[in-house]
């Protein structure tokens, strides 16, 4: 790490606003009688079912297979195996994608300007997204240009929208935790611990597809207005 330029972000930036962000929308959560807290130790995940009708799985997933392009990490390239799924935005400015959005946005009680556009994923038979965090690493090349448009990433939000034959998990590695696609549940996961440190045990994985398709839509709160 020797030759790394110097960030303008340090490693803990917007600790403060992660903790105040972790605790408010906590508090909501819990209050929330149809909100299911998943039970671990080590990081904060709740489920919701029944958070998209079957009628809006469908359709949202008419427009993921209309943008899906193969899937890009940050710093790795899609012939590196890493993250093998198809995936592209979801047109923000369509009225459905919207409304959908916003009942994210008011579930959780985060600013709207927060989140980032809605994201839809399809995996094939064998394609998976390898073991990884969703907050941002420090060191890696991404780093200042992420910071800056809308700082660290606190809450994911994702939602599964269709039954997958076999396989395509989403795997908590270091939880313990395996969660089976269930159309229409939404997933949430605070990516920071209590005291407002980036959580390196929600380390998780999309498991490869082995039959059938995978369907899901992602959408992740930053702890600024996104830009
Ligand atoms: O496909 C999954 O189950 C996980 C997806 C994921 O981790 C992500 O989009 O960040
Ligand atoms: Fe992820």
Known sequence: MGSQ???????????????????QVRERLVANPLVYPIPCEGAELFALGDFMTPAECAKM???????????KVFDLSYE??????????????DPFVKKISRRVD??????????ETIQGQRYMPGQEFQPHQDYFHVGTSYWDFEMGRGGQRSFTTMVF????????T????????????KP?????????????????????AGRPVQAGSKYIITKWYRTRKWL
Not at 61 to 71: F, R, T
């Open 80 to 93: 590196s195996g890493y993250r093998t799924s198809y995936s592209g935005d979801v047109d923000p400015c």
């Open 5 to 23: 330029t110097k960030s303008k972000f340090p490693a803990n930036a917007d600790q403060a606003r992660l903790r105040t962000l972790g605790k």
């Open 184 to 204: 229409g549940v939404l997933l949430i996961w605070n990516n920071a611990d209590p005291a407002g440190v980036p959580n390196q045990r929600t380390i998780h």
């Open 170 to 181: 989403t795997d908590f590695t270091d939880l313990g935790l395996s969660l089976e696609p």
């Open 106 to 115: 008011d579930l959780l009680g985060i600013d709207p300007l927060f989140g």
């Open 161 to 168: 929208l269709n039954e997958v034959e076999a396989g395509g």
């Open 61 to 71: 997933i008419e427009l993921i297979d209309a943008v899906a392009e193969p899937s």
